[in-house]
């Protein structure tokens, strides 16, 4: 605490000494700077920063490990088979039926009768004559003779000489030898491996956790880590064992049967057929023949004609109509309802079951155990030790600019120190001062 006062305190000598030297005129516990204090002075006091090495004594601990004999105790598992009741909750939907009133929104649709006045335009139909020329067309119908030459088609049927071969099958019967597997069953043996094994109890050892453990040493109690002793638990572990045995099985076997079994082939043999076929043979003739063909021929002949042409005028009538203009409205029916409200009934059904229960049954063993014991070694350690050194300096504080000068504008003799507004006729305050709060 001490090192960190004087850490604390040279720091702010050393930041704050060159402003309050030259803007507080070497008084340092004022916060402003009266007109009084800009007078000559003979001596003031400052402090000079010095250090010191010197040094401490430090405790570590140390740890050294220890042989010791402990009594433990073993567990050993052993399981009964233990018959209980036990309750499963079965839960069921039941229903209620709950009351309730809802308002229902009938909505009701009524006419009202509106006049309202609309112009009705209405047409009137009149015709003028128009004369105008018209050319007519006039056909007249004529028919011309024209000869031409065609040749016709004259058909005469004739017979010519076919000679064909054709295939003629022919039956035959032949033996032959057909091959066939039967399945027939056969006893063999073969060699099964069966896993067996059994249950064997092994013991491991856990070492202990590390905990906080008081000592006292020179420089009074500490605390320091010290090793729990380790503890043994016992598991079981399963053993396999293979054991092999001859078992017997049936399997098919496959065997060839050969028998005779006649089948009828067929073969083709040639032979040669003749026969007669009639074609027709056509020849073209020719023949002469006379079309009469209708042609028509035109001319104009010029009309005159008289057309009604008719058109229409546009006047407008006023009429008074009423139409019905339909609105709803809308009213509150009080309804009463009923609905079905499902909830969970739980009920307890009991049940037999067999579970096993482990019983620990315990025994002392004795073993040798290892702990760490803490030791306290002491050693020298240096630090640097900061404190402050008083002086005393003599000097004229005129020979210093105080509050920014004595030529300056608004000096020490106009109560204006460095820009801060000073009320000469007030007693100036002291402050904290940091050097003595060390």
Not at 91 to 118: D, G, I, K, L, M
Not at 303 to 330: D, N
Not at 370 to 386: D, L
Not at 419 to 431: E, F, H, L, S
Request: aromatic content about 8%.
């Amino acid at each position: 605490m001490y090192v960190a006062k004087s850490i604390a305190a040279l720091t702010l000598v050393v930041v704050f000494a060159p402003t309050v030297n030259a803007g507080l005129c070497g008084v340092s516990s004022y916060t402003c700077c009266p007109t009084a204090a800009c007078n000559p002075t003979c001596c003031y006091t400052t402090c000079k920063v010095a250090t010191q090495t010197c040094y401490r004594t430090v405790c570590d601990t140390v740890y050294e490990p220890q042989q010791y004999m402990a009594t433990r105790t073993v567990c050993e598992t052993v399981y009964e088979d233990v018959e209980q009741t036990c309750y499963r909750t079965v839960s069921e939907t039941a229903y209620r039926e709950e009351p309730y009133t809802v308002c229902r929104q009938v909505a009701e649709t009524a006419c009202r009768e509106e006049t309202y006045c609309v112009q009705r335009p209405v047409w009137d139909t009149n015709y003028r004559e128009c004369n105008y020329k018209t050319q007519r067309r006039v056909w007249d119908d004529r028919v011309r003779e024209c000869k031409y030459t065609v040749m016709q088609p004259v058909c005469e049927t004739l017979e010519r000489e076919c000679r064909q071969v054709v295939m003629r099958p022919v039956t035959k019967t032949v033996q032959r030898e057909q091959c066939y597997t039967v399945m027939r069953p056969e006893t063999r043996t073969r060699c099964v491996r069966r896993m067996t094994g059994h249950w064997v109890t092994k013991q491991h050892c856990i070492p202990g956790c590390v905990v906080p453990r008081m000592v006292c040493g020179p420089c009074g109690p500490s605390f320091c880590m010290t090793q729990a002793p380790p503890r043994t638990v016992c598991r079981r572990v399963w053993c396999p064992r293979i054991v092999e045995q001859q078992v017997p099985y049936t399997v098919m076997v496959p065997q060839i049967v050969r028998k005779q079994c006649p089948y009828q082939t067929t073969c083709y043999v040639p032979e040669t057929i003749v026969k007669k076929i009639p074609y027709q043979v056509t020849r073209m003739v020719p023949k002469e023949m006379v079309q009469r063909i209708p042609y028509r021929t035109c001319r104009i002949v010029c009309e005159t004609k008289t057309q009604r042409i008719p058109y229409r005028t546009c006047r407008f009538e006023t009429e008074q109509r009423t139409r019905k203009i339909p609105y709803t409205v809308c009213r509150q029916v009080i309804e009463q309802r009923t609905r079905r409200i499902p909830y969970c009934v739980q009920k307890q059904i009991p049940y037999t079951t067999t579970r096993r229960v482990a019983r620990v049954v315990p025994r002392q063993v004795e073993q040798t155990c290892t702990r760490m014991v803490a030791k306290q070694v002491t050693r020298q350690v240096p630090y640097t030790k900061t404190y402050l050194v008083p002086q005393t300096l003599c000097g004229s504080a005129m020979s210093v600019p105080c509050c920014g000068g004595v030529g300056a504008a608004g000096g020490c003799a106009s109560g204006n120190c460095g820009g801060i507004q000073v009320d000469t006729n007030k007693v100036p305050m002291p402050t904290r001062d940091p050097i003595s709060e060390i």
